[in-house]
């Protein structure tokens, strides 16, 4: 598993940080600087939902591989999986978010503890209610009850009659 984990890393950080420092030296053309530059917004929202959900993710089998191959696909020139994501989902959910993001920088920019508190708060809120609804599909008895009070349990005592 060890050996999987470092291979994730040499390939989505490492190649792409050589071809990163390529890029700024100047020996790429513009189209795939913008398709680097895509791969590093795909890979680090990725990696900031693999961050919230890795102690769910953890339980999946082979959750190391799928992730390398992820990696791959999304580095792959023949695939084109980082500017086929980054064209599909997020630069039209960029694109409708704008004045939010824009407003959430300008707000970090001035207010950052605030910022960070409001974005946790958030996320900590969504996080939870995931794990109450999993925890009531694993385990219905551990769902929160309605009942303010358990109705106190009646036992039976035999009495003899001898």
């Not at 989505?12 to 050589?18: A, K, M, N, Q, W």
């Not at 599909?137 to 109705?151: D, E, L, M, R, Y």
């Amino acid at each position: 598993m060890g050996l999987i984990h470092l291979a994730s890393s040499f390939v989505g950080f490492v190649l792409p940080g050589i071809t990163t420092y390529r890029m700024l030296d100047g020996r790429h053309t513009q189209e795939s600087s913008d398709q680097l530059l895509q791969y590093w917004v795909v890979l680090a929202l990725f990696l900031t939902i693999e961050s919230v959900a890795f102690y769910f993710l953890f339980w999946f089998p082979l959750y190391a591989h799928f992730k390398l191959g992820f990696i791959l696909w999304l580095q792959s020139p023949f695939t084109q999986g980082a500017p086929a994501i980054y064209s599909k989902y997020l630069d039209p959910l960029f694109q409708k978010k704008q004045k939010d993001i824009d407003a959430f920088i300008q707000n970090a920019s001035t207010d950052g503890v605030s910022a960070i508190r409001q974005l946790c708060g958030t996320l900590f809120e969504k996080i939870s209610t995931i794990v109450v609804m999993v925890m009531a599909i694993v385990n219905p008895s551990s769902a929160p009850s309605s009942q303010s009070a358990a109705a106190p349990i009646k036992s039976e005592s035999k009495t003899s009659s001898d």
